[in-house]
């Protein structure tokens, strides 16, 4: 019994190994063939339009209120001490440093990431990836290194737009709620952004692009048995992808603020 | 013996299955081997060693007296590259037209110009019956029309070689056997040697230079078509003449 258990716990440690493993050699093989990108362009594009436009909408959804929750939070303590103002500093540096890659990042691995591995999923239980390396193409270089290109270009744009989107939402509540103009809200939030911050952010996006590709596309290869393996590659790429974002999102932020 | 494809003592446990427990089996230059076997028994599982997709535990696969796996991966691409293969699902790439998927290989490989490769696209879809459906995706077309369009990609290279993994499954009788008759065809037309996984015998008689029966991880018994269909071995027997009890299921029930 106790045996049985051990040999589990010690299954999922070598499958978790494995998996995490088959995604970095994925991930170089891919950043292998980025040289041929611009043979890939027609369908980089395609993938920008899926994994960025489609995303828009969610993202600043997300991002709107993310900023209006942070401003009324905020507002509602800083309104006792008299220095209300001060919530275009916390919107806008919270929103530049964490909340508007993080965000991004989230939105991102839920609806890309999923679809990702759903897509991917079905094409190897289709034997479409095995059609793929019967004709010597490289799945990695065919399906992945494309949308690693298109996600790692259009995640940026999205966390600009939903910085730019929650300092908004952080104005609105700042305005109707706090009472806190929007010439000293923005004003304020004009002091507290620095460009380290942006950059920072956009390292950030890129980093959660990259993870999010290699989660989403590791699994989808290596889905089995159908439509229930599909479905198993898709829960797990969001479960995986949302862990790594976070634990990389607290290193990434360590290592800034070290370096700077 | 001039052989093009040999398995030699091929062993491949597949979770806790023994999936292949030794399988022994030669295909020489220009025939038309057909496997036949129960489903589950390890028939695609021995076309992906052919192909390279899957590694023996033990025992070794050639084509052309080169080891498919023993050697660098440009070995395999090359020898791949001589190679067609029919999914069993077709496989066709989802949101290509049927002209893009058939151009596939030839696009991605290079060396071809477009006007050529749209002249050999034309050619291949005419051979599998296929003029004027090159535009549409394969969730517009039928069954039967995705397996003729992975049949042109499969032959779009000029193969020397052709693996079927099943190639009437899920097809309704007369289109089961235009399929087949196109295998003939393309056999005679290029001259290629092909591995054909079935469990369809009116296909297997009707295509095979010979038979291969595949039970218990093993080859029970190769065979002209003739061969199998007077075979005295009682598991050919209860497989050919379709019977639910004998041999065949008193094994899988134990």
Redesign the interface.
Known sequence: MEQAALARVGRGLIDTIEGAGYNLILLMRSVSYLHKSFSRSGEIMRQMFVTGVLSLPVAMLVALFTGMVLALQTGIELTRWGIEAEIGTIVTASMSREMGPLWTGIVLAARVGSGMAAEIG??TV???V????????DPAR?LVMPRLVALALIAPVLTIYSDFVGVLGGALVGYYQIGVSYDLYFQKGMEALQLIDIYTGLIKSVIFAVIIVAVGCGQGMRATRGAEGVGNATRNSVVVSLILIIVFNYFVTSITRWIT | MDYVIELVDVHKKLGRKQVLAGVNLQVSRGETMVIIGRSGTGKSVMLKHIIGLLAPDAGKVFVDGVNVLGGRREDLLKMRARMGVLFQSGALIHWMTVAENVALPLRELGGYEESQIRGIVEEKLDLVELRGSGNLTPDKISGGMQKRAALARAIVRDPEIILYDEPTAGLDPVTGKTIDELIVSIQRRLGVTSVVVTHDMDSAYGIADRIAMLHNGLIMQVGTPDEIRNSTEPAVRQFIEARTSGPLTDDSST
């Open positions: 079905t094409m289709s034997e479409e095995d059609a793929l390396e019967v004709m010597s193409i065919f």
